[in-house]
């Protein structure tokens, strides 16, 4: 009898074909698992079709297509929920960082930038603004601004969030480490030409503007400052001690004070809305900058964004504290009919301090109308709104 031809007879052959038949069996269970996971998805969007503000069938359906692969899906289901909700930080977190792999060419770096612009409209958030800072710093030779974008970022995160106690300190860090980067590019260069005065000039002014950086940072309480001090002890070119600096001495002391409410916020996941209470009342009482109690305000409703009670509350504060600074005000109001449109009065509030602050007529009537598109199951509330 001749041998079997070697893998097709005997015990091999029976190992390939117990191979061949696992690999059928994993086929078909993949393809079960493919047409599960695709019925789901037409089943989300089905539901979605009907009540288009089920939050949770918009993060479920997202969820799905990522893990089925289809990003322009994603995108798409990415946007439609955005124009309805605001999102989470983790939310907004997850999409740009699919983007963020995509975009190699100007024009979709350009889209991408749109993104952000949308992401830090939303809540609070460092991280959100530390990734847009990162994107700039990243995508700045394809900008227009070039190198004075990252630049323009890092201020406007700064603004919006750099007296966050507990997490700023990485967006300053990461800002003076730019610029500070961009110093020892120019320090670099003028050593192949110590005689260009121009140069010189420039390398001035880029010290100056670094060393301005950690004054700045230093005069605000944030966890971990003390690294910040030394850091900058190391990088001055004149000798610093507290006593010199005592913007340092006053931030440390408020620091100190903060510490065991922010510890306290840190007990739980996410922080309580009691240690939120706690937190304000005190800084409200000791009288603290408003910029400062408005982040404390806009930490707290990153977390409890549906507490209407936490909306009205701050409402009043920036109306008491930044009546006239529409850059504040308006974008406040904005953020309280995103997150609770059924609450009549923070349309008429909008509306008002879109008066006040000189706002055009067409965009307080614009703002009367959006408010009524679905908003109010009782007509005592679209009434008050046009009256």
């Known amino acids: ?90 939310l907004w977190l997850g999409w740009l960082g699919d983007e963020l792999t995509l975009a190699s060419l100007p024009e979709a770096c350009m889209e991408l930038r749109q993104l952000f612009e949308k992401a830090v409209d939303d809540y609070l958030s460092v991280r959100i603004w530390l990734e847009f800072a990162k994107f700039a710093v990243d995508k700045m030779s394809v900008m227009p601004e070039g190198m004075e974008y990252p630049r323009a970022i890092f201020e406007r995160g700064i603004i919006a969030c750099g007296l966050h106690v507990g997490q ?41 503007r670094v060393d301005k950086l950690y004054r700045r940072q230093l005069a605000v309480p944030l966890i971990g400052m003390e690294s910040t001090f030394q850091e900058y002890q190391g990088f001055s070119e004149k000798a610093v001690t507290e006593e010199s600096l005592p913007a340092y001495a006053r931030a440390r002391s408020k620091l100190e004070d903060y510490t065991p409410f922010e ?45 209407t009670g936490l909306w009205k509350e701050h409402l009043t504060f920036l109306t008491q504290n930044f009546s006239r600074v529409g850059s504040v005000l308006l974008p406040g109001y904005r953020q309280a009919v995103r997150n609770c449109p059924w609450v009549v009065e923070f349309w008429v509030g909008s509306a008002r301090a879109q008066e006040r602050l000189g706002a055009g007529h067409e965009d307080i009537v614009a703002t009367f109308e959006k408010g009524l598109v679905g908003n109010f199951s009782d007509a005592k509330d679209s009434l008050q709104l046009w009256t």
């Open 168 to 208: 700023a300190g990485v967006l300053w860090d990461a800002y003076r480490e730019y610029e500070t980067a961009v110093l020892t590019s120019m320090q670099q260069l003028q050593q192949t030409d110590p005689t260009d005065d121009a140069l010189k000039a420039q390398v001035e002014a880029q010290y100056e």
């Open 263 to 307: 510890n306290e916020l840190q007990s739980s996941t996410p922080p309580s809305l009691p240690s939120y209470h706690s937190y304000l009342s005190h800084v409200r009482s000791s009288r603290a900058d408003p910029t400062l109690v408005n982040t404390l305000y806009q930490r707290a409703l990153a977390h409890h964004c549906l507490d």
């Open 1 to 90: 009898m001749e041998e079997p031809e070697e893998g097709i007879g005997g015990a091999d052959g029976m190992e390939v074909a117990g191979d061949v038949q696992d690999r059928e069996d994993d086929g078909s269970s993949s393809s079960d698992s493919d047409t599960e996971l695709q019925q789901q998805i037409t089943d989300l969007e089905a539901t979605l079709a009907d009540s288009p503000y089920h939050y949770n069938s918009h993060v479920q359906l997202i969820q799905l297509l990522r893990q089925q692969g289809d990003l322009d899906g994603a995108r798409k289901a990415r946007h439609a929920m955005a124009e309805l909700f605001p999102l989470a930080e983790e």
